[in-house]
């Protein structure tokens, strides 16, 4: 069974603070992505990461995917109030087409005005 | 940008009654799926189906819940006697054909907003 952890389970800090979130396995996935819940609503995708060290930056969110691709991790500088949410990690589940999702429990984002 | 649509946002039944709920994928997408997220615990995965039938199922999906796309646009989970363990946000996503897009886009579900289904 493929699990992913994420760590810490839930953040506060204020506005304008950098922070790291990490999503970690010991299975290998092909990909991860990472997606943004916010209260009432679906996961929405943030981005994909697939190659071992892969570094992929949205704005000031910074993305990054382990060497044995294993492990990812995500950073936001200069952290604003609409940062707040749950950041969740997912990967497709190894083995067959389907492609089915497994996800992290997430990370409770707040960042206080 | 095209999305998914989920209706109702919030269904509210009494157990042992049936529910449906309705999604409406990303209209040139192949793939399907249910997941739920029950209050503080992890997105689960429930089914996936293509082609007109269910290609993978989790423990999670019993004979209570069944899917269908009746009518080639909409994608149903219908979960027949409905338990207070139901009670959850119920997600459908979608996903392009492979051959569409090379890896890792085709890798990529796009989620609807969810249903909250509560279960009294």
């Known amino acids: 069974t493929q699990l992913l952890e994420q760590s810490p389970q839930f953040l506060s800090i204020q506005e304008g603070e950098n922070l790291t979130v990490y999503c970690n396995s010991s299975s290998v996935f092909s990909s991860l992505q990472w997606y943004r819940q916010e209260p009432g609503e679906g996961p929405v995708l943030l981005v994909t990461?697939?190659?071992?060290?892969e570094v992929k930056k949205l704005k000031r969110l910074t993305f990054q995917f382990g060497d044995a691709r294993k492990d990812s991790s995500l950073h936001i500088t200069a952290a604003q109030p609409g940062d707040t949410g749950l950041y969740l990690c997912a990967g497709p589940h190894m083995g067959g087409s389907n492609y089915k999702l497994t996800f992290g429990k997430g990370t409770l984002l707040t960042v206080n005005p | 940008e095209p999305e998914v649509t989920q209706t109702p946002s919030h269904q509210v039944t009494q157990m042992g009654q049936e529910v449906i709920l309705r999604c409406v994928p990303i209209?040139?997408?192949?793939?399907f799926y249910w997941y739920r997220q029950i209050l503080g615990q992890k997105v689960e995965f429930l089914v996936s189906?293509?082609?007109?039938?269910?290609?993978?199922k989790s423990e999670i999906f019993d004979d209570q819940f069944s899917v269908e796309r009746p009518d080639g646009s909409n994608f149903t989970l219908k979960i027949r006697s409905t338990k207070l363990e139901d009670s959850a946000m119920y997600f459908c996503?979608?996903?392009?054909?492979?051959?569409?897009?090379?890896?890792?886009?085709?890798?990529?579900?796009?989620f609807g907003a969810g249903t909250r289904l509560s279960v009294l």
């Open positions: 990461v697939v190659t071992g060290g």
């Open positions: 189906f293509y082609n007109n039938e269910i290609s993978e």
């Open positions: 209209s040139n997408h192949l793939y």
């Open positions: 996503a979608s996903r392009p054909r492979s051959d569409s897009y090379a890896f890792p886009l085709k890798n990529i579900q796009y």
